[in-house]
């Protein structure tokens, strides 16, 4: 059997478990799909150039060695998604928030996500900005999100 086969085989039962649980299967979410969308573009690795955009079907229109399109998430009153990444006790420093993330695993519409460091940015200037791996991961229900913004692809090393 070959790779392709297995995975598909392996996320249809994935699926069909967390169906049963999930209040939102049955209902149309665009967030959901976008973001299943991305999730197998990741995983297929793709190489061709197209359209930046969370509809675009492959990886890299923008760079020449890649593995994810990140993305920020916003809430219902519009405002952008952010994740603690840091919280140190012994620092003076307060916490550190994450709003870029990069799709670890879809499951109906609830998702695993993986938080990414932005440097030098703001959520209004973050298109350009360069982003890292980290080892926060959140659970998230993507049908309680209102918009997604993909932003260009890149290459990151996960962990």
Avoid: W
């Avoid at 996320?11 to 049963?20: I, P």
């Avoid at 197209?50 to 760079?63: K, Q, Y």
């Avoid at 998430?73 to 990444?85: K, Q």
């Amino acid at each position: 059997m070959s790779v392709e086969i297995r995975d598909r085989i392996s996320q249809d039962v994935l699926d069909a478990k967390c169906r049963d649980n999930n209040p939102h299967h049955n209902n149309e979410c665009c967030v959901c799909e976008s973001v299943k969308k991305i999730d197998r573009i990741q995983k297929k690795l793709g190489q061709n150039a197209g359209c930046l955009s969370c509809e675009s079907p492959v990886l890299g229109s923008n760079v020449l060695s890649f593995n994810t399109r990140p993305f920020i998430l916003y809430c219902e009153d519009g405002t952008v998604f952010r994740t603690v990444t840091s919280i140190d006790p012994t620092d003076q420093t307060p916490e550190t928030y994450g709003f870029v993330y990069r799709v670890e695993e879809v499951c109906d519409c609830c998702a695993i996500l993986r938080v990414l460091t932005v440097t030098g940015s703001t959520p209004v200037r973050v298109i350009g900005a360069q982003v890292a791996s980290t080892n926060v991961c959140i659970t998230v229900d993507l049908c309680e999100f209102i918009a997604i913004q993909c932003l260009p692809d890149t290459f990151l090393s996960v962990t």
